[in-house]
């Protein structure tokens, strides 16, 4: 024994050693030695372990302080079984406070615990249950249940079999506080195990909805007599509540108690099961707009919050998906809540007068959901309403946050609603609004503000005649807005949305203030001055200026027009761009009150802002130019060099593409037919070619590709604007490319600019053209060819007669440019219009079918392009075809036309929608095609429809999904070795389909989250978490969206989670690694680590111990800490850093 204590006080001192090395070791070798049966310590060593213990775990060493976490895990671990069976028998205590301290003990033990302990505990928890000694520890082992499964829903689904029937049971015992408890144990066992407890939902819901109208000590009659439109109860109701009312005192009625844990419930299942949506107002909605008379305050709060997140839940998806993908399934659900709305406003309107604060807002919430939800539905019942909104405004003893309540309910009114519903309460509305203008507590005054300025829209909307007389109201509404626009000390948010309400009363009534109305905009003037009020002010005035009502700026723009030009040399790129509006807008509406001086202070600041660094404020700065070049060409001659110059520069920028290209387009045709001196045709053209002509061979160096595109489309614009000068162009291309001198890179401009102008001109005059592109079909230049054969394409949409049948000639007898002409094709089919394309469909579509069997992929992708984008011109009679090809014996023909199927489908409604709806399934079945490749891009087709048009396979996911699944599993069949010289290297001919199958999934999280089983979902999330490279970063992503997505199915296997993400964050690479291997190991831990913080989002997430112990090791590894801090300022700085980024 002695030796024994000498050898551990031995470990102790060196585990206080200076050396971290020396304390690991020690602590490691401790550890060894204590898990050894044969030693046993007496009770000072014990202390002093314990002692060293704890002071380890603050130990600087981060790998040592995980080894302290590690022991100090393990000797709790062996101590469950005897904590359990410690807790247990104080579960029947006669002390209450004893029972629920050690309900809360238990509800930690489960989270650790291992699954024997676990099923020890729920099997002794049931049989009390069963038991049912007394109705006191009965409800002690109720609420002991839904502890747990609050803590660790994930262990308790698989109890729920046995106990659900048990507390349904319990339901019906005549104990309101037992019944309170079996409903929060519904409640938990709705949010933990939402899997499980899915069969059950039904049962549940219906002793919720018996329960929450349980009010036996309550006679509702005597309100509903007064009420001659309600309902009255039947003979025998009364009587029975006779009855109640002597067996019941008021003081010891907890009934209540059980109606708002029903409301609770109701509110759990609400908000878990969307797919329920119907049920929901076929039967719970009616019951529960039914309690709204509901007595007790607490219990109509839950009563709103459950109907509230009814409401949320019918709130049609805002997504990028169009709604024309929503398909009839989400307009059901909206069309039965517009039947209830009358009921609703029944129910409610009175309560809006009601003393109760808490009363008025629980329906100011509901009420502002609904029209939310419903746009419009509120319109023939704003009578009914005005009444209780005017009551709650005035109500001088009412809290301000019923006010502030009151008017963002009112402005969400007046926002969906259409104006006319609201003119004859005009003149009772407006005092009270305008009085909490003049409120002194800032909040009101803003949320007031708000309201004002759509009131002003409502009194007089300037996209519409209307007959309401504005022009009582507008002193009221003026003085009381000006009062705000006056003060100087007043809330940032106050001051900014006085100034937006003040430009909507100038905008929409300006014409009634007359003499005041030269004092507000100079106001608005020193506003603009101001560094804090600016952007708002410019935002004001550009409503101003666009106003049909032709307010007179004069007196402001002499002054104003040169701080506006300052703006735009400002490091504020939403000030730039709102002064670019406005400006815009001043020049359109206010060019004849503008001095030349003024223009020209706005020119001189412009060069600054046309650059690649931000084409968003490019292209903002260049469609003020074109404004300028149509409404006041003179100052055209002033643009400096400079413009030019970097116009020009943006033209050959790789970067240039979309809008800012769109608006360059407009500019030039602009700029070109004011005949401005040196900026005519020649000398644009002369500007824009310049760098391709100028240098000589190595020019393709100089330019990007992107930039002759660029260029190409700014000569097709110039010469469509001058139409004389296009023939004459056209030729020196021609004589440009026969030239056997051309570089490569004035070849492909020209046949390019000669594409663009085919597009839109008729270029059959040009005889040798057709001649001169066969021709550089053959040309040595890859870039030369490829533009030879767009030339082709473009210019034959423009002109079908002359150059489709030519085309179809060519591809039929020249197999060696087959490729390049196939590509031709492509483009006419994609830039013609159907109509034109009819007579020649079949001609084409026999064509292509030769070659849908090629052996060449590059050809077969080309000819499955085609085929999709041609089907969509007679869908009817296309579309069967290509379904009567999947029987095909060859694999190449087969993953043609299911690749053609994917360029069928696209993100806006067609009319060939109907019939893929009827036929996808067909071409889906090709994910059990024995050829890898087919099955790849039958997954390719499958994530097109996901992401652009998921109503096409959202009732097929239960047939597919499991096909899908199945193409994630590692297939060892598919793995060999190739031998590189002495190195063997493994080839994974299965990876790209597993990482199409991957990326198909994720494309369902976005679009079909509500028809996956999570929890299989999540079974391939795992794997493909320890899968390769590729895949492991698609699955932490995939990982990351899910935490917002689903954070309770994430929590339930957090476990399982947690290992693979661990393991990547601390993989270390070999010393003698490629440089690559380094790069590609940090952008691993990278991803994983953005998972980790996704993760770290989740609310009760600190509650899972393998959550607890990664977090404490990522903060204890200097190198994780380090990432995971970085990627917390990525995502914090995410928005704000663009904007940096941009100026």
Not at 461 to 471: E, H, M, N, Y
Not at 837 to 842: A, I, N, S
């Amino acid at each position: 024994m002695t030796n024994v204590s000498y050898h551990i006080s031995n470990l102790l001192e060196k585990m206080t050693s200076t050396d971290k090395d020396f304390r690991f070791m020690a602590t490691n070798d401790l550890m060894m030695e204590l898990q050894k049966d044969s030693i046993k310590l007496d009770e000072d060593s014990e202390k002093k372990v314990v002692k060293m213990l704890l002071k380890l775990l603050e130990d600087k060493n981060g790998e040592v302080q995980n080894l302290a976490v590690k022991w100090l895990g393990g000797m709790l671990y062996t101590f469950h079984s005897s904590i359990l069976n410690c807790l247990l028998p104080q579960l029947t205590s006669p002390r209450l406070a004893v029972r629920k301290r050690a309900i809360i003990a238990l509800g930690y033990l489960v989270l650790t615990c291992n699954g024997n302990i676990f099923s020890e505990l729920m099997e002794h928890l049931l049989a009390e249950l069963k038991r049912n000694e007394s109705t006191s520890t009965t409800r002690t082992y109720i609420q002991c249940i839904a502890g747990i499964s609050r803590q660790a829903g994930h262990r308790t689904g698989e109890y729920l079999e046995k106990i659900i029937p048990l507390v349904v049971s319990y339901c019906n015992v005549e104990d309101d506080e037992l019944r309170e408890y079996c409903f929060q144990a519904f409640e938990s066992f709705v949010r933990r195990c939402p899997k499980e407890i899915g069969p059950h939902i039904p049962s549940v819901m219906g002793l919720c909805l018996k329960y929450i109208t349980y009010d036996p000590n309550y006679n509702y009659d005597n309100e509903e007599e007064e009420e001659e439109e309600e309902m009255m109860e039947t003979e025998n109701g009364e009587d029975e509540d006779q009855e109640s009312d002597d067996e019941y005192s008021d003081d010891d009625d907890i009934s209540w108690k059980v109606r708002r844990s029903a409301a609770k419930c109701l509110e759990a299942i609400v908000s878990t099961r969307h797919d329920l949506l119907q049920d929901f107002y076929k039967t719970l909605s009616p019951v529960l707009i039914g309690r709204f008379k509901e007595r007790e305050e607490n219990v109509k709060a839950d009563i709103f919050c459950a109907y509230i997140s009814l409401l949320k839940q019918t709130q049609p998806i805002q997504s990028w998906l169009h709604a024309s993908d929503a398909g009839g399934k989400e307009e059901i659900p909206l069309t039965m809540l517009k039947n209830q709305v009358p009921n609703i406003i029944k129910a409610l309107h009175k309560q809006l007068k009601e003393k109760s604060i808490k009363s008025r807002q629980g329906c100011f919430s509901l009420l502002t959901e609904l029209a939310n939800v419903l746009p419009g539905c509120l319109a023939d019942h704003i009578p009914a309403l005005m009444s209780g909104i005017i009551f709650s405004l005035a109500d001088k003893s009412s809290s301000s946050s019923m006010r502030i309540d009151t008017l963002s309910f009112l402005h969400v009114l007046l926002c969906n609603h259409q104006p006319e519903v609201f003119h004859p309460h005009i003149k009772a509305l407006l005092p009270p609004v305008v009085t909490c203008i003049g409120d002194p507590f800032y909040k009101i005054t803003s949320e007031a503000l708000l309201v004002t300025q759509q009131l002003v829209k409502v009194i007089r909307p300037l996209d519409k005649s209307c007959a309401f007389d504005a022009k009582p109201y507008v002193k009221d509404l003026f003085s009381g807005t000006l009062k705000r626009l006056k003060a100087a000390d007043i809330d940032q948010e106050v001051k900014e949305r006085a100034i937006s309400c003040m430009g909507q009363i100038v905008c929409n009534l300006g014409d009634h203030l007359s003499g005041d109305l030269p004092p507000t905009l100079k106001i608005f003037l020193e506003r603009l001055k101001n560094e804090i009020t600016r952007l708002t002010t410019v935002k004001a005035l550009t409503l101003i200026a666009s106003s049909p009502l032709k307010i007179d700026l004069r007196p402001i723009l002499g002054e104003g027009f040169p701080i506006l030009a300052s703006f735009l040399r400002k490091n504020q790129r939403a000030l730039k761009l709102s002064t670019l509006t406005a400006l815009d807008i001043l020049i359109k509406n206010y060019s004849d009150s503008l001095k030349p001086a003024m223009v020209e202070s706005v020119l001189t600041e412009l060069p600054a802002l046309i650059s690649e660094n931000d084409l968003h404020v490019s292209q903002v700065a260049i469609v003020f130019l074109t404004t300028l070049a149509k409404v006041y060409p003179a100052s055209l001659s002033k643009i400096s060099g400079s413009v030019l110059c970097e116009l020009f520069q943006l033209v050959h920028s790789p970067l240039l593409q979309g809008g800012a290209l769109n608006a360059i387009i407009d500019f030039f045709q602009a700029l070109v037919i004011t005949k401005t001196a040196s900026m005519g045709y020649a000398e644009l053209m002369k500007q824009l070619t310049s760098p391709i002509y100028s240098s000589p061979g190595g020019a393709a160096v100089t330019l990007h590709k992107q930039a002759y595109y660029s260029v190409a489309k700014c000569v097709a614009a110039l010469s469509s604007a001058c139409p004389k000068e296009a023939t004459r162009v056209a030729s020196q291309f021609i004589q440009d490319v026969k030239n056997p001198k051309s570089s490569a890179a004035v070849k492909m401009l020209a046949f390019l600019s000669l594409a663009e102008m085919g597009r839109t001109m008729n270029l059959s005059a040009q005889k040798e053209l057709k001649t001169v592109i066969l021709e550089a079909f053959a040309s040595p230049s890859e870039e030369v060819k490829s533009a030879a054969s767009y030339a082709l394409g473009n210019i034959s949409a423009g002109n079908l007669k002359e150059y489709l049948p030519f085309m179809l000639k060519e591809i039929g007898s020249q197999p060696k440019r087959q490729y390049l002409l196939l590509h031709s094709l492509k483009e006419v089919i994609s830039s013609s219009p159907a109509d034109g394309l009819k007579p020649y469909v079949e001609d084409i579509w026999a064509l292509l079918f030769n070659h849908c069997e090629c052996t060449e992929e590059g050809t077969r992708n080309v000819v499955a392009e085609c085929l999709g984008k041609l089907a969509l011109v007679n869908p009817s009679q296309l579309l069967p075809r290509l379904k009567k090809q999947l029987s095909s014996g060859s694999p190449h023909a087969r993953s043609t036309v299911v690749t053609a199927i994917k360029f069928t489908i696209s993100d806006q409604p067609q009319p060939i929608d109907l019939l893929l709806k009827g036929c996808i399934g067909d071409f889906l079945k090709t994910l059990q095609d024995p050829d890898l490749n087919v099955r790849r891009v039958a997954l390719a087709m499958f994530n097109s429809a996901a992401h652009n048009k998921p109503s096409l396979i959202r009732d097929m996911l239960n047939t597919v999904l499991p096909h899908l699944y199945n193409e994630t599993k590692i297939r060892r069949e598919l793995i060999r070795e190739v031998e590189m010289g002495p190195f063997k290297h493994t080839v994974d001919d299965g990876l790209d389909v597993r990482k199409a199958a991957f990326e198909c999934m994720y494309s369902l999280l976005e679009s079909c989250l509500d028809r996956l089983d999570i929890y299989e979902y999540l079974n391939h999330v795992e794997d493909g978490l320890k899968d390769h490279y590729d895949i492991r970063m698609l699955t932490f992503i995939m990982l990351a969206r899910l935490s917002t997505l689903c954070p309770n199915a994430i929590l339930q296997r957090l476990e399982r989670l947690i290992e693979p993400l661990r393991a990547t964050c601390s993989t270390k690479v070999k010393a003698g690694s490629v440089k690559q291997e380094f790069e590609k190991q940090d952008e691993l831990k990278r991803s994983a680590m953005r998972a980790v913080a996704a993760l770290l989002t989740i609310p009760e997430v600190e509650k899972s111990p393998v959550m607890a112990e990664f977090s404490s090791q990522i903060r204890a590894n200097p190198e994780m800490a380090s990432l995971y801090e970085s990627i917390q300022k990525d995502s914090a700085s995410l928005p704000t850093t663009e904007s940096m980024d941009m100026n």
